[in-house]
């Protein structure tokens, strides 16, 4: 029967290792993120805590250099830290972006009608495809109403292509826009107002 001793060092002690990498990793994932996406006022205090819980585990594995389940620890926390960071940012769907939809159907207007009736603005232009003459409709969207715009396009232009970037900045002359949110009102859930 294995004692306690035993029981940490191979099984409780990597355990720790692996889950304070895998907050380290997805804070450092979801900084890089937000970074890219300029939200620079709250970068600094997730660098803070990123660098501070990495800290704490490189410090205890330095400790326990002859226990190779502290590696296998660590490379696991990586991995999965990784993978709960960049979940974590999509289920938060931060920033802007823009939907470019081209298409030969001349028949635009349900599709653009529906749009407004939403309260997406668009721009839309003539040019000159391979094929001949299309449309090109775009459209700036908040990450979070993307999927109700593809249903708009899928329903009333399905044969059309469309491709979608981020964006890190936008103005807000004149179109249809949410509110400026902070971050944090993006992951606390808002009061009601009185």
Not at 59 to 68: A, G, M, Q, T, V
Request: charged residues 20%; glycine residues 8%; hydrophobic residues 40%.
């Amino acid at each position: 029967m294995m004692d306690f001793e035993t029981i940490y060092n191979w099984v409780i002690f990597p355990l720790l290792i692996f889950l304070s990498r895998t907050c380290d990793v997805s804070l450092g994932t979801l900084r890089n993120v937000l970074a890219s996406k300029g939200k620079k006022k709250i970068v600094p205090f997730i660098g803070f805590f990123e660098v501070l819980i990495w800290l704490v585990a490189v410090s205890s594995i330095l400790n326990n250099l002859n226990n190779i389940m502290c590696y296998v620890g660590w490379a696991g926390g990586y991995a999965t830290g990784i993978y709960l960071g960049l979940t974590i940012e999509e289920k938060l769907a931060l920033g802007t972006q823009v939907i470019r939809i081209i298409t030969a159907n001349n028949q635009t207007e349900e599709f653009t009608e529906q749009l407004s009736k939403k309260g997406f603005g668009y721009t839309c232009q003539e040019a000159q495809g391979s094929r001949g003459p299309v449309k090109m409709i775009f459209t700036v969207v908040e990450r979070k109403k993307i999927k109700e715009v593809i249903e708009i396009i899928n329903q009333f232009l399905p044969q059309s292509f469309y491709s979608i970037e981020d964006i890190r900045h936008t103005t807000q002359n004149g179109y249809a826009t949410t509110e400026k949110k902070n971050l944090f009102s993006s992951i606390l859930p808002l009061r009601k107002r009185l």
